[in-house]
């Protein structure tokens, strides 16, 4: 990532934190990453549910419901040409480096 990208990810990272700050979630929700295209046109929010599996699904259609209101507040923010589209993923790899170590920890047993 350039430099460019790597400071657009920070701000969108902070102002939708804090628009994630304001939202009744089910669930304890953290942006874990953000990925930000080099044209800065789209960019992927990586978040982490602290929850089972319907819990990150709820929280994620809730973010999906409110999206077109974050969007709208990031473009009356943000003063760039483009301001990136956002997309939000559940970062799934919390729960693989859990089951990593429980193999780890299985092995080292036997």
């Known amino acids: 990532m350039s430099r460019r990208t790597e400071k657009v990810a920070a701000v969108l990272q902070q102002e939708i934190g804090f628009f994630i700050l304001k ?3 089910p669930a304890l929700t953290t942006i874990s990453k953000v ?4 044209d800065l046109k789209w960019s992927k929010i990586w978040i982490t549910v602290m929850g089972d599996k319907d819990q990150q699904q709820n929280v994620l259609d809730l973010l999906h419901e409110s999206l077109f209101e974050m969007q709208g507040e990031l473009n009356r923010k943000l003063e760039m040409k483009f301001v990136p589209r956002i997309k939000f993923v559940i970062d799934h790899g919390e729960e693989y480096a859990d089951h990593i170590n429980e193999l780890l920890r299985k092995t080292k047993e036997d």
């Open 23 to 25: 939202m009744e979630l």
């Open 35 to 38: 990925e930000v295209t080099p």
